[in-house]
T-cell receptor
Framework: AQSVTQLGSHVSVSEGALVLLRCNYS??????LFWYVQYPNQGLQLLLK??????LVKGINGFEAEFKKSETSFHLTKPSAHMRDAAEYFC???????????FGTGTRLLVSP | EPEVTQTPSHQVTQMGQEVILRCVPI?????FYWYRQILGQKVEFLVS????????KSEIFDDQFSVERPDGSNFTLKIRSTKLEDSAMYFC????????????FGPGTRLTVT
């Protein structure tokens, strides 16, 4: 069975600081991994995805994530936080043969001036 | 840019009533999904639909739930007899392909069962 663990339900950073949101996955076969962002009262928007090509994946809004098989991790980073990055971030996993996305519990990013 | 739309944005219903949540997926997409998010909890998969039939469903998707693509554009989720615990945000999504393809999510329908 696939699963995702997101460490930290809340992460607080100052504007301009590094953003690091952690995601560890469990999958018996090579995974496809996704990061989605949810702004208040909105749906989910894809930030980036890993589908077995380059292990360092660049996404929208300056975010990137690195797939590390040895650590079963897919952490999301951004060098410099903006106020507009304040939102809920979800890591999700699926793999070949499945269509459903299995989501983590989410991490709320708070950005202070 | 094409987007997934959902109606209504908010639905209030009484326990035991039937509700139909509607979605218009992106027009060239072939796979359709419903997810739900109970307040404060994670997003949970309900069902996927391809080629006019259910291709995958979760344990949550019991006999009270059904999905339909009544025409070439709409995709609906029906809950036959709503329970209090069905209160949640319901998201529709669609994708061009199966595993590995981006799923595009709609803005959601907030269902409140009283």
């Amino acid at each position: 069975a696939q699963s995702v663990t997101q460490l930290g339900s809340h992460v607080s950073v100052s504007e301009g600081a590094l953003v690091l949101l952690r995601c560890n996955y469990s999958s018996s076969v090579p995974p496809y991994l996704f990061w989605y962002v949810q702004y208040p009262n909105q749906g989910l928007q894809l930030l980036l995805k890993y589908t077995s090509a380059a292990t360092l994946v660049k996404g929208i809004n300056g975010f990137e994530a690195e797939f590390k098989k040895s650590e079963t991790s897919f952490h999301l980073t951004k060098p410099s936080a903006h106020m507009r990055d304040a939102a809920e971030y979800f890591c999700a996993v699926t793999n070949t043969g499945f269509q459903k996305l299995v989501f983590g519990t989410g991490t709320r990013l708070l950005v202070s001036p | 840019e094409p987007e997934v739309t959902q109606t209504p944005s908010h639905q209030v219903t009484q326990m035991g009533q039937e509700v139909i949540l509607r979605c218009v997926p992106i027009s060239n997409h072939l796979y359709f999904y419903w997810y739900r998010q109970i307040l404060g909890q994670k997003v949970e998969f309900l069902v996927s639909f391809y080629n006019n039939e259910i291709s995958e469903k979760s344990e949550i998707f019991d006999d009270q739930f059904s999905v339909e693509r009544p025409d070439g554009s709409n995709f609906t989720l029906k809950i036959r007899s709503t329970k209090l615990e069905d209160s949640a945000m319901y998201f529709c999504a669609s994708s061009e392909g199966a595993s590995g393809y981006e799923q595009y999510f709609g803005p959601g329908t907030r269902l409140t069962v009283t």
